[in-house]
């Protein structure tokens, strides 16, 4: 099993920056890719960027050049970091962890976290 737990979210202005983090803990061994998404009110849940093992990154559109993803291992735990820049307005939602992971038997599994609120004041 893989655990995620996300923390550092809150309100920010426009313009500012913020930084979330996610705790992962269990297998994290096992885990291919970790990335984070986020959930406006009223709208999907989509993805904002991931990272893989071998720390290749992917942002959506709408966050490059704004945000970027790093990690970072410490005894039985890895991090995973959103650092966020010239905050928007837009970019307001509840922020999810991901973690995509085989289990013992191969399998793919899927973990998340229980999202952090990230609101941008305008």
């Known amino acids: 099993q893989v655990q995620l737990v996300e923390s550092g979210g809150g309100l920010v202005q426009a313009g500012g920056s913020l930084r979330v983090s996610c705790a992962a803990s269990?297998?994290?061994?096992?885990?291919?890719?970790m990335g984070w998404y986020r959930q406006a009110p009223g709208k999907q849940r989509e993805l904002v960027g991931s990272m893989t093992s071998a720390g290749t990154t992917n942002y959506a559109d709408s966050v490059k050049g704004r945000f970027t993803i790093s990690r970072d291992n410490a005894k039985n735990t890895l991090y995973l970091y959103l650092q966020m820049n010239n905050l928007k307005p837009e970019d307001t939602a509840v922020y999810y962890c991901?973690?995509?992971?085989?289990?013992?038997?191969?399998?793919?599994?899927?973990?998340w976290g229980q999202g952090t609120q990230v609101t941008v004041s305008s």
């Open positions: 269990g297998s994290i061994f096992s885990i291919n890719v």
């Open positions: 991901n973690a995509d992971w085989r289990d013992w038997a191969g399998s793919g599994r899927v973990s």
